[in-house]
């Protein structure tokens, strides 16, 4: 997961030539905007660096191999909100009878106040469930990856067609306050990964 070099030139340097990002405590919040983008069997992936070692090389999340070819992206918060608008269309059109939203920790970090701008309209679709994480796991063709800075909507229903009105709470939403992962978070985690496998 560590990066050492880019066109023979220590990583970093890479991010801080071109977008004077510093080595510092707020690396991960500067360079949030800007990921690594990857292209991989014709999809390009966003890989976001979280981590600086000694000025040189910078850590990932989600592996870059050895030779493969990369550019500086650019994560424009209005166009991640459209994008997640584009989604909620193509959810509401399937009618689902419930929704689950796995988002990239790193989203929320930088859409910061707008965060909920990309997943509260799912709540008025149908009932909802999430939590960020740190990586999501997709399959294409033959490869399996972990990815960041992706959000996974999963959307289920039972019936064929459209499935009756359901009530939805619009109200105000309640923040979960305390550790995230206690003993609760853990049981339904597993029950989920369980369900999807």
């Known amino acids: 997961l560590w990066l050492k070099t880019i066109d023979n030139q220590p990583a970093f340097e890479v991010y801080h030539r071109y977008l004077n990002i510093e080595d510092d ?6 360079v949030l905007e800007f990921p690594l983008l990857v292209e991989r069997n014709g999809v390009v992936y966003a890989k976001t660096p979280n981590e600086v070692k000694d000025h040189h090389d910078i850590k ?37 009878e419930g929704i689950f939203i796995y988002s990239c920790t790193c989203r929320r970090f930088l859409l910061q106040n707008e965060v909920e701008l990309e997943t509260k309209a799912f709540q008025t679709i149908a009932p909802s469930a ?6 999501e796991i997709v399959s294409h063709e033959e490869t399996v990856m972990l990815l960041n800075a992706t959000m996974v909507t999963v959307s289920m229903k039972e019936v064929v067609g459209k499935p009756p009105e359901a009530v ?17 978070d853990n049981r339904m985690i597993a029950r989920l990964v369980k369900f999807f496998s």
């Open 25 to 30: 405590e707020n690396f991960f919040l500067n």
């Open 60 to 96: 990932f999340i989600a592996d870059i191999k050895q030779g493969e070819s990369a550019r500086i992206g650019y994560g424009n918060p209005a166009l991640i909100i459209q994008n997640a608008r584009d989604i909620q269309d193509r959810v509401q059109a399937f009618h689902p």
């Open 130 to 135: 999430g939590f960020y994480t740190h990586g």
């Open 168 to 184: 939805l709470e619009t109200g105000p939403t309640e923040l979960r306050t305390g550790q995230p992962c206690n003993r609760r």
